[in-house]
């Protein structure tokens, strides 16, 4: 019988909303930007200025309609997140300080807001 799988189940993300990353490989590799949502379930990201696409909208009485130009997601592990202090590509760790678990950049040390 096979094993049951918890989709609900999600692992512990290195990247949050808000935080600045650098895009690792794919075509817009080197290119950083600003984290605008996650989807944990997916593992994936919508960051600003990566991986654009047209889309098509029907006008309705919020929106004129036309060709919007939105970001897509892209995958999780195609990111780094940036150190607070240099600006390079760092690896996140997590830490109890006073009553609080918070995340710290394993380059320099510094809390990751």
């Known amino acids: 019988m096979p094993k049951k799988i918890n989709s609900h189940i999600t692992q512990k993300l290195h990247i949050r909303k ?11 590799k080197g290119t950083k930007g600003e984290v605008l949502q996650v989807f944990p379930k997916k593992y994936t990201a919508i960051v600003d200025g990566v991986n654009p696409a047209k889309k098509h ?16 997601p892209i995958h999780l592990s195609n990111l780094s997140v940036l150190d607070p202090k240099s600006g390079e590509p760092t690896r996140v760790g997590r830490k109890m300080v006073g009553d609080k678990l918070v995340r710290y950049s394993k380059k320099s040390g510094e809390i990751i807001k």
Request: charged share 20%; net charge negative; proline share 7%.
């Open 18 to 28: 808000g935080d600045t990353v650098l895009v690792n490989s794919g075509a817009y």
């Open 57 to 72: 909208m029907k006008p309705t009485n919020d929106n004129p309609g036309g060709i919007h130009e939105i970001n897509r």
